[in-house]
């Protein structure tokens, strides 16, 4: 039986009911499979600020690079809106630290779920799409200045990081339907200029075989939910891939299905589900675990390479969204937990089957 470390970063809002949640099911992976995942729960974001002032300790970064993966539920929350040092950056500090430089959206709509969707069922029919945004540089990690009569936020991207970014985008692309759309704001922002230029080189260069097309951000907002089926794999920056993959997330009906994978050149993947702390919902049972228990399908494919059980996890997933099993936000009634709970019986007891999309991250 081999041993598995993965940290468990509950944090704050929903984020330790989703973990949970996906923790039981990644029991029941270990108990058909034969695996022993050893969970070493951590504090994030608020709830490390509440018990050490900071939102991300020494303990739990040690912890979170010794582990062979890491697992994240949630951050924030208005109760540390006035914090000297916010919940969030606690997540910004452990991708910086772990190098995780690609975070990875898939975005698939389920055919039992095409009546859920804000669009009608012709236009998000056969949506599958992967988002893949740059997640160490640009606004986020920036100088920021602030005055009694100003505000500034440096954007700053290097050569460097546009290249592995764009390399991970485009090696995808090539196990997939072969084309990437490049997101920017080049007819603006001078980082935007220096991004369309050295995609456009890495293409010419190292990826001739896959389609490339340039677009700006704003239509792009517009385009996915006019024609969402148009793109493949969606390559763009920090704040733009921020929001395109939360505005993305929804065409499935709800931003609880959604799953996100962090990598890094080596060392631990990060996993968390995209919906965010969902304070107002928080301790209630009533939040949706399929995006964190998906999350934890991509933590046993690309953080552990266990392919056989990431594709059970799946089939899982598929077969109790089938069945007619919903939480609130999709009209149903079960909690977070009879939801997880039907999620990892599947897990237990029904077959496994090879996944029609297999996203690779390159």
């Known amino acids: 039986m081999k041993s598995y470390t993965i940290v468990l970063l509950p944090g704050d809002g929903v984020g330790p009911e989703v973990t949970r949640a996906a923790a039981e099911v990644l029991q029941a992976v270990g108990d058909r499979f034969g695996h022993r995942f050893v969970f070493d729960t951590q504090l994030i974001g608020g709830s490390a600020i509440d018990a050490t002032g900071e939102p991300l ?19 924030g929350g208005p109760k540390w809106d006035r914090a000297p040092r916010r919940p969030e950056l606690g997540l910004l500090e452990l991708r910086k630290a772990l190098g995780l430089f690609a975070n990875i959206r898939p975005v698939r ?19 599958d799409l992967v988002v893949f945004r740059e997640l160490t540089g640009g606004l986020y990690f920036g100088e920021k200045r602030r005055t009694d009569d100003s ?10 990081e546009i290249e592995r970014i764009a390399r991970s985008a485009f090696a995808a692309a090539r196990t997939r339907r072969g084309k990437v759309t490049s997101v920017d704001k080049a007819n603006v922002l001078e980082t935007s200029r220096l991004w369309r230029d050295v995609v456009t080189r890495i293409h010419a260069d190292e990826y001739a075989d896959v389609r490339l097309e340039h677009a700006l951000v704003d239509s792009t907002a517009m385009q996915i939910i006019r024609q969402p089926r148009a793109y493949d794999i969606i390559l763009t920056e ?49 939040c949706n675990p399929v995006g964190a228990i998906l999350s934890a399908a991509l933590l046993l494919r690309y953080g552990l390479s266990l392919l056989d059980e990431a594709n059970a996890v799946e089939a899982a997933v598929e077969r109790v969204i089938d069945s007619g099993a919903r939480t609130a ?5 079960l909690g977070c937990q009879a939801m997880a709970e039907r999620i990892a019986d ?5 077959v496994s089957y090879a996944h029609h999309v297999q996203m690779h991250w390159g």
């Open 57 to 75: 300790t020494q303990e739990a970064l040690v912890a979170c690079r010794q582990a062979n993966a890491v697992f994240l539920g949630a951050v």
């Open 109 to 127: 709509i389920y055919d039992a779920l095409l009546d859920c969707s804000p669009l009608r069922r012709s236009i998000v029919a056969d949506v």
């Open 151 to 160: 505000a500034s936020d440096q954007c700053i991207y290097t050569v460097g």
């Open 238 to 286: 920090n704040m733009f891939g921020d929001i395109l993959s939360d505005e993305a997330s929804v065409l499935g009906g709800s931003i609880g299905l959604a799953p996100s994978a962090s990598l890094g050149e080596g060392g631990p993947g990060l996993f968390e589900p995209v919906h965010g702390s969902a304070p107002d919902i928080a301790g209630r049972d009533i």
């Open 329 to 333: 936000d999709l009209g149903g009634d």
């Open 346 to 350: 599947e897990v237990h007891n029904g």
